[in-house]
């Protein structure tokens, strides 16, 4: 099952805390990022999908050093639409912060200054849709179906968070 299926199936179980409200103020705070970057849409969820790429193997890493519950932990407590730069600090250093921009920047044109002002804001985004397959009853859990779904992708460098940003996009304009 995709990443976009298993965030669609944590929408729609109480269980989980995935929520239609959640996903459309992801998808409003893109569409207000794109328009104070001068960015079109589609250029500020590739964007989302390279920080996707770096967020994963970051959190790839931490899930082999201290395990599914700190990974969980981490998503719970930095994923949001608010800045949060605690959220970006807490998963690369200076050194990889600087990798990311670069990368973002080299293969979207934004201007690198721009997205560091912006890593604050786009890195809790990406875990907010990870957030979206914690328990509501006991979030540090580790069984996070989208969690690890993301985590255990094919490794092929692709993570999909942008075309799960497009299905999203549409999925919401369908209701």
């Known amino acids: 099952m995709g990443l976009f299926d298993q965030i669609i199936s944590a929408v729609g179980n109480p269980d989980k805390q995935g929520s239609m409200e959640q996903i459309g103020n992801i998808m409003n705070t893109v569409q207000q990022l794109s328009g104070n970057a001068g960015a079109d849409q589609s250029t500020m969820q590739s964007a989302m999908s390279i920080i996707g790429s770096f967020v994963r193997s970051s959190l790839q890493e931490k899930r082999s050093v201290e395990g599914d519950e700190a990974v969980q932990s981490l998503v719970s407590e930095h994923a949001g639409t608010s800045p949060d730069p605690q959220a970006v600090s807490s998963l690369f250093s ?4 600087q990798q990311v921009v670069g990368a973002v920047s080299q293969r979207t044109g934004l201007d690198m200054s721009a997205i560091q002002g912006m890593l604050p ?12 397959g914690a328990s509501s009853q006991n979030p540090q859990q580790g069984n996070n179906p989208v969690l690890n ?7 092929d460098g692709d993570v ?4 799960m940003m497009q299905m999203a996009s549409r999925y919401m304009g369908g209701r």
């Open 121 to 132: 804001i786009l890195v809790p985004m990406v875990l907010n849709f990870l957030k979206t």
């Open 149 to 155: 779904s993301f985590l255990d992708a094919d490794g």
């Open 160 to 163: 999909d968070v942008a075309d």
């Open 94 to 97: 200076p050194h990889m912060q």
